[in-house]
Every structure is written in structure tokens, then in C-alpha cells.
């Protein structure tokens, strides 16, 4: 058997710290940032302890590649639909909000992580940090939009939809057995835009 790669150990690496990064994202957001040991990280992730500190010096660190991990794809799924040449400002719009409210629906253990994380957040700055680093390009890619309908305060309108869509989200897990996602979807876009489904 040969040795690998200089790639191919790359690859193992990031393959083990993704692997680190989604067992501490379910633990975290199902058990709490403040309950959750380093020790069941390791364990859900199916390493020693010691190793994983070869990939995050602490938990906060953890904590805040997760939160960048966690929202990466829906970052990217925004910036991707603003990319779009050939899409009026209110398919934009459409596009945005299915991409968010299919993360609700797929993505329990994120929403759970970032409930809990809106109430201990000024207890952990840094993790207030990246949050809002996070936050500030969602919202930058809603002002886009709000630009291209022609709200006057673009930036204002960006902000009171964020807030309305986070509501719902709060909403949605507190009891998503019977939360009308889709129909508090529908109700957003008639708000925003001449839509219907």
C-alpha cells in the first residue's frame, strides 16, 4: 500500500473536521452550547478527545465554525439567486424565501442551535461575532432585493423581514408538527410582492 497523498491527507482532514463540525451542530442545537462537553462531541463524532483538540483549540472555537459551517449553504444559496441575470427582483425574492424556508424544514438541528444561541449569544462574544458577521450578509443580500422593488428604506425593510422570517422560525420549532410553514410563506411573499402560489 502506498503512502497517500499531500491531497489526499488534506482531503481525510477536512472529511474528519466535517465530521467534527456536524456532530457538534446536532449536540449543540439539540442539547445546548452550555451542556454539551467537548468529551460527547468527540464521541458522536467517533474520535479520541485529544484529536479532536487537533482541530479546535476550544469549544467557543468550535462553536463559531459551526455557526459559519451551519450558514455557509444558505449564504451561498442567497448569493447564488442574486447571481441570477435573467430573474425579476420579486423571483428573487420567491427564490430567497424558498431557500429559507426549506433550511426550516431541513435543517432542525441549525434552527435549534440558533434559537438557543439568540438567548446565551451576549454571553459568548465571539460567537456574537461571527453571528452577526453572518447575519449582516444575510441582510446585505435581502437590501439588494428591497433595492431592486423600490422600497424606500431598503435597508429598514431588509431588517423588519429578517425579523418577521425569524419569528416564524422560533414559531415553527416550538411546535413544528402543527406550524403552518407554508401557509406563513405564502402570507410573506402576498406581503412583499403580488404572489401567488
Known amino acids: 500500500m502506498s503512502p497517500r497523498t499531500k491531497e489526499q491527507l488534506l482531503d481525510l482532514k477536512e472529511a474528519r473536521k466535517e465530521q467534527i463540525l456536524m456532530a457538534a451542530l446536532e449536540l449543540f442545537g439539540s442539547k445546548g452550547y452550555q451542556t454539551t462537553s467537548i468529551s460527547e462531541i468527540a464521541k458522536k463524532a467517533e474520535l479520541s478527545k485529544g484529536l479532536l483538540y487537533n482541530y479546535f483549540e476550544s469549544k467557543e472555537e468550535l462553536l463559531n465554525e459551526v455557526v459559519v459551517f451551519a450558514f455557509k449553504e444558505t449564504t451561498e444559496a442567497g448569493e447564488s439567486v442574486l447571481n441570477e441575470e435573467n430573474l ?102 402576498k406581503k412583499y410582492i403580488d404572489y401567488e402560489n
Not at 439568540?118 to 459568548?124: E, G, L, T, Y
Not at 431592486?148 to 413544528?176: R, T
Open 88 to 189: 425579476t427582483a420579486d423571483e428573487l425574492l420567491v427564490s430567497l424565501v424558498d431557500s429559507y424556508f426549506l433550511m426550516m424544514k431541513e435543517q432542525e438541528e441549525l434552527m435549534k442551535l440558533v434559537l438557543s444561541l439568540a438567548v446565551q449569544v451576549s454571553a459568548i462574544p465571539s460567537v456574537h461575532n461571527t453571528i452577526t458577521m453572518v447575519y449582516n450578509s444575510l441582510l446585505e443580500q435581502l437590501e439588494v432585493i428591497f433595492i431592486n422593488l423600490g422600497y424606500e428604506n431598503p435597508k429598514n425593510e431588509a431588517m423588519l423581514f429578517g425579523a418577521i422570517v425569524d419569528g416564524i422560525g422560533i414559531q415553527y420549532m416550538l411546535d413544528s408538527e402543527g406550524y403552518p410553514l407554508d401557509e406563513m410563506k405564502s402570507l410573506i411573499l
